[in-house]
């Protein structure tokens, strides 16, 4: 018995030596640690899952709240606002937004935001889907592939997409001719552009616009195009005419931009990007710029310029040569000896080009030759009335034959002088003040002492008519003559009674032809006796036409 106890007790640490080892495997351990699992997963598919975060600007946040607006592409959600704030100089405001995990592609640095919310404007009413659903942000998708993360958020929507199929040329315009983003861009009366964008430059005092012209119809713009403002109408009373020239309504109601080709210029070739045009103020001006080569002169018009301006035409018996270029022009200068000092200077230009010749070299010298001569052959400019209404007046240069004075060249502030002769309504004042004074050295009185004597005789002769008037007048009322037209019916029935007697059937008409008869047969009787006395008339004394004529004598004693 004493030696099996001590197996026994031997026995007894083994046992606890193999039980150890199973309760340290216990399966308790294992819910917290797939829970650790499942979390770690969650949090890296959370992780994977996120879209990258995008930082917009924008300069008023009106519509925008975090956590609710959405970024839209197509009408499809690709992000959502998680944040928005101020910036550091509180200038603008910062949105923080998370794009959706698979919209990478679209951020690039030509990727373009706007927010839609419902306006009001010249192309219509649009946004009206965000009245109930609030303000959303639009993303339209650049095609550029560079990467970006900052944008800044327009409150209009561009013009074209970026990577929109057309051209983009740049204007430039006095502020007067300035333009608004959206404004359309016309060709003969179609839209086929937009103004993109409008800034005004202070150093050189213009607007720069930018401006897209969609395909196809960017081949229309070439090194020929002019562009002009076009303010919807365009309304004109003035030395040519009454003019009225309406644009497209939309142009009408905010203005806009129309192009062409001057129909003397040739088509031209095409421009690059990015060609720099001139914005002229109306079309008129716009064709005045194509006529680069011209020959200025100085008119001293000695009548009236009033109704002259800026612009006016110069015109040869109805053909336009030239324009006015300034009225009036360097005022203070000294006028050539020999002249009325009072003299009003107009700068004109002579345009050769205005004679169809744009495709062809133009010789300044060779034309300033020729109008010398034209000068010495008796070429004259003068005032004309082109409009009775406004009484606008232009230049018109004619040749005239008698002159009292030569020509000889003058300069005025460094520019030729335009010799010039009275016309228009100065010569016909001039004429009417010869007229007056003719008719003051006339001698009146005389004239009007006859003049009295002529009154005086009329009068007279006016109461004689007067007299005669009134005896007329008693004779007509008279009594006797009112029984005038019965007796004289009563005359009448009684003659249409006679002649009703002196029918052929009648008595009496048988009586008159018989004794019509006998007349004629006493008329025939008598004819030899007639023919007798008419060769001899003595034969009515003397029965014999053969005797003697008698002989006188003297009585015997």
């Keep these: ?22 309760a340290r495997v216990s399966p308790i351990w294992i819910v917290p640690i797939v829970a650790l699992l499942i979390g770690a997963w969650l949090v890296y598919d959370n992780y994977r899952s996120r879209g990258p975060q995008i930082t917009l600007t924008i300069s008023n946040a009106e519509g925008i709240e975090a956590g609710s607006t959405l970024i839209k592409t197509r009408n499809v959600e690709v992000g959502r606002v998680e944040q928005v704030h101020l910036s550091e100089d509180l200038s603008t405001a910062v949105i923080t937004a998370r794009m959706g995990p698979d919209n990478e592609a679209m951020l690039v640095e030509d990727s373009q935001f706007w927010v839609v919310k419902p306006r009001v404007g010249r192309e219509g009413i649009s946004g009206l889907n965000t009245v ?84 196809p119809y960017a081949s229309l713009v070439t090194d020929s195009t002019r562009f002009w403002s076009a303010s919807g109408i365009d309304l004109r009373l003035d030395s040519e005419g009454f003019r009225v020239n309406v644009e497209s309504f939309e142009a009408l109601l905010g203005g806009g931009v129309t192009f062409g080709i001057p129909e003397d210029l040739p088509l031209g070739g095409t421009v690059a990007a990015d060609t720099t045009f001139t914005l002229y103020p109306d079309e008129d001006t716009a064709r005045q710029g194509t006529f680069n080569r011209y020959l200025e002169y100085v008119l001293l018009v000695d009548d009236s310029v009033r109704g002259l301006t800026k612009g006016a035409p110069v015109e040869f018996r109805g053909v336009r040569l030239g324009t006015v270029a300034a009225v009036p022009w360097n005022f203070t200068a000294e006028q050539p000896g020999g002249r009325n000092g009072f003299a009003i200077p107009v700068l004109i230009r002579i345009e050769p080009q205005r004679l169809g010749i744009e495709n062809q070299a133009v010789d300044i010298d060779e034309w300033r030759e020729r109008y010398e001569r034209f000068f010495e052959l008796g070429l004259r400019a003068s005032l004309k009335s082109g409009n009775l209404l406004t009484g606008a007046l232009f230049v018109d240069l ?118 019509t008869q006998r007349l004629e047969r006493l008329l025939r009787d008598l004819q030899p006796v007639a023919r007798t006395l008419s060769d001899n008339p003595r034969a009515l004394l003397f029965d014999s036409l053969d005797t003697e004529d008698p002989v006188p004598r003297a009585p015997r004693e």
Excluded: W
């Excluded at 018995?1 to 199973?22: F, G, I, K, N, V």
């Excluded at 179609?190 to 103004?195: C, E, F, K, N």
């Design 1 to 22: 018995m004493s030696e099996e106890t001590p197996r026994h007790d031997d026995a007894t640490p083994q046992h606890h030596a193999r039980a150890t080892p199973q």
């Design 132 to 215: 109930l659903s609030g303000a959303y942000i639009q993303l339209q998708p650049g095609e550029s592939e560079i990467e970006a993360r900052e944008f800044e958020v327009s409150d209009q929507p561009p013009v074209a997409p970026a990577g929109a199929a057309g051209l983009r040329i740049n204007l430039i315009s006095q502020l007067g001719n300035s333009l608004r983003v959206g404004d359309p861009v016309t060709y003969q009366g179609y839209t086929v552009g937009r103004v993109e964008e409008a800034n005004f430059d202070a150093t050189t005092r213009r607007m720069q616009h930018r401006v897209f012209i969609e395909a």
């Design 398 to 515: 004619n040749f005239h034959s008698e002159l009292e004075e030569e020509y000889s060249p003058l300069t005025f502030a460094e520019q030729r002088v335009f010799p010039t002769t009275s016309g228009g309504f100065a010569l016909i004042e001039s004429q009417i003040t010869s007229l007056l004074a003719k008719l003051n050295d006339l001698e009146v009185e005389p004239l009007l002492e006859g003049l009295d004597r002529n009154l005086a005789a009329s009068e007279a002769m006016l109461a004689e008519v007067r007299t005669l008037s009134a005896s007329l007048r008693e004779l007509v009322e008279a009594p006797g003559t009112r029984e005038v037209p019965a007796n004289l019916n009563a005359t009448l029935e009684g003659l249409r009674t006679t002649l009703e007697g002196l029918s052929p059937e009648s008595s009496a008409y048988q009586e008159l032809v018989g004794a």
